[in-house]
């Protein structure tokens, strides 16, 4: 079991952006490999810390998480590697190295300063993927083709002079409190630490160039309408030393015909005539994977609801399958000819025609609370 974003950095759900940037600033510091070097645990823990916080700084993320846990960014079916979301030392520094860069003397430093070690990370790339409600009940793969910025070939590139490959400046400024040294990127390479060499005429002037790729996407059963899966490594790529962004897909889910969804459980309305009430009938459902015969007793009465076990939708987490509830709405015929209504008066006052639920027959509001226990 993953472990709770808010309890890594040490804060409650009520902290605020500037706590939560407190907080993180303080476990990145505590376990910064340069304090600890060798360290295998405070690595581990430096790298806890930088997810937790990828996540809590970002609102929409903040909210995700809020609402769906971990489930929300994991996506089970193998992405970003599994397990861990997959944010490695060099995405942390790129991302947050800000945030504890001047406690050290300028971040960047880890990986023992060699300016080959430095890559930059390209952007990200985001889609839409539309998904039935059958391809999300049985999970499915998606070939997608996006157009991502790569390297041309062909192009090379050379270490920047401006700041030795290291992708960043040092600035002094003198402060009534002495000589303070602080880091910026370089304005040259823009951070990559390597300039542009020789390139390919349809390349930009960053050397870089789209190309169409179909990459394939597994996606889980259970997903959610707005849920991000993450594919690592299948976003833009930078310049220079580097390596791609990612590819975020958003999901985005088609309305069924006639199955509602909500959460794990599906609801289906069934009308079935007063005659059918009267003497029960068997009907076909329209579930997820194909029909099902249920049957209905002479006598059921309009409003009741009959739970299909595991005909539902699965956990995104695993734990189990949601369930089919069917309501069962009697059709009052609204026209009658003259034998029919004939019938219906004579029968008006009679006492099997005379409401008479039993002490077992729930009332609307027992069975919807029912329905969510
Ligand atoms: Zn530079």
Redesign the pocket.
């Given at each position: 079991m993953k472990k709770d974003f808010y309890e890594i950095l040490g804060i409650t759900k009520s902290a605020d952006a500037a706590a939560i940037k407190k907080a993180y600033r303080k476990k990145a510091i505590e376990f910064h490999p340069d304090k600890n070097p060798g360290d295998a645990a405070a690595e581990e823990n430096f790298k806890l810390a930088a997810e937790a916080y990828e996540v809590l700084s970002d609102p929409q993320k903040k909210a995700k998480y809020d609402q769906y846990g971990h489930q929300a960014f994991d996506g089970s079916g193998g992405f970003g590697g599994g397990g861990h979301h997959g944010m490695n030392m060099d995405d942390i520094f790129s991302q947050f190295g800000d945030i504890f860069g001047s406690a050290f003397g300028g971040g960047g430093g880890f990986g023992g300063g060699g300016g080959g070690s430095r890559r930059v990370k390209g952007s990200n790339l985001r889609i839409k993927v539309k998904l039935t409600l059958e391809e999300i009940a049985n999970g499915v793969e998606k070939k997608v083709k996006v157009k991502r910025k790569v390297q041309a070939p062909g192009v090379s590139y050379r270490t920047?002079s401006?700041?030795n490959g290291q992708?960043q400046v040092m600035r002094v400024t003198n402060t009534i409190l002495g000589r303070m040294q602080s880091a910026s990127t370089?304005p040259?390479?823009g951070g990559s630490?390597q300039i542009l060499d020789k390139k390919p005429s349809e390349a930009d002037s960053q050397g870089m160039i789209l190309e169409d790729e179909t990459v394939t996407i597994k996606i889980p059963a259970g997903v959610v309408d707005g849920m991000q899966l993450k594919v690592s490594n299948k976003g833009n790529d930078a310049p220079g030393n580097s390596v791609p962004g990612d590819l975020i897909v958003a999901i985005e889910e088609i309305e069924h015909e006639f199955l509602k969804r909500e959460g794990e459980n599906l609801h289906y309305d069934l009308y079935i005539s007063f005659a059918e009430a009267v003497l029960g009938i068997s009907k076909d459902i329209e579930a997820i994977n194909g029909k099902v015969r249920i049957k209905l007793e002479e006598g059921i009465q309009s409003g009741k609801i009959l739970r299909l076990k595991g005909k539902g939708i699965p956990s995104i987490n695993g734990y189990g399958t949601g369930d089919l509830l069917v309501h069962v709405n009697v059709w009052t015929p609204k026209t009658l000819n003259k034998e029919q209504k004939q019938f219906f008066e004579k029968n008006i006052t009679d006492e099997n025609f005379i409401p008479n639920p039993e002490k077992s027959d729930k009332s609307f509001f027992e069975k919807v609370k029912d329905m969510f226990s």
């Open positions: 920047c401006t700041c992708g370089c040259t390479c630490g």
